[in-house]
């Protein structure tokens, strides 16, 4: 056997799907594009809300240094701050079941296409994909809960009144 019969017979073994007509194929075209869109709008509201969140949390300082703390404000405004970093944090991580949502439709969509289209698709591993996106959640996570416990000791340093 010659090497370029095998090299036939290796394009020949691969997984290839079944055919589909252009109207399928457009609607799975149509979908995969509304999933893209989707899964960049999901991570541009990640991203939005943690630092909507730290722009709030400055803010709430900036209020309570220009009105003067009294001791029952500054309660509540630290209840506040717990309130608003819990809702970040299950706010982030809805999200992120949102982008595993979209991924998985996507990854669904891409069985449907070409060999060519599905190697190109695979060139990130979902495995290495996981670990980006996670990363990046504890790392929002993180941020927020850091910006949550600077703008308490900020509260804290304000003199209260009374005393």
Same mark, same amino acid.
């Given at each position: 056997?010659?090497? *370029?019969?095998?090299? +036939? ?18 609607? %799975?075209?149509?979908?995969?594009? +509304?999933?893209?869109?989707? %899964? ?5 509201? &990640?991203?939005? =809300? ?7 949390? !400055? ?18 405004? =630290?209840?506040?701050?717990?309130? !608003? ?5 299950? !706010? %982030? ?11 998985? *439709?996507?990854? $669904?969509? $891409?069985?449907? #296409?070409?060999?060519?289209? &599905?190697?190109?698709?695979?060139? +990130? ?7 980006? *996106?996670?990363?990046?959640?504890? #790392? ?5 809960? %850091? ?5 308490? !000791?900020?509260?804290? &340093? ?6």
């Amino acid at each position: 056997m010659t090497g *370029r019969t095998k090299e +036939k017979e290796e394009v020949i073994d691969e997984d290839v799907p079944e055919p589909i007509d252009e109207e399928v194929r457009a609607e %799975l075209s149509l979908i995969y594009t +509304k999933a893209n869109d989707a %899964l960049l709008f999901v991570k541009a509201q &990640q991203w939005w =809300t943690v630092g909507s969140t730290l722009a709030v949390f !400055m803010g709430l300082l900036v209020i309570a240094k220009l009105v003067g703390a009294k001791a029952g404000y500054v309660s509540a405004l =630290t209840g506040l701050i717990i309130l !608003m970093t819990c809702a970040c944090v299950f !706010m %982030l991580v809805i999200y992120q079941f949102w982008q595993h949502n979209e991924l998985a *439709r996507i990854h $669904a969509v $891409a069985t449907h #296409f070409s060999a060519t289209f &599905q190697k190109i698709h695979a060139i +990130k591993s979902p495995t290495e994909g996981n670990f980006h *996106r996670y990363t990046l959640l504890a #790392f929002m996570i993180v941020v927020v809960i %850091l910006g949550a416990v600077i703008t308490y !000791m900020g509260l804290d &340093q304000l003199p209260r009144w009374p005393r």
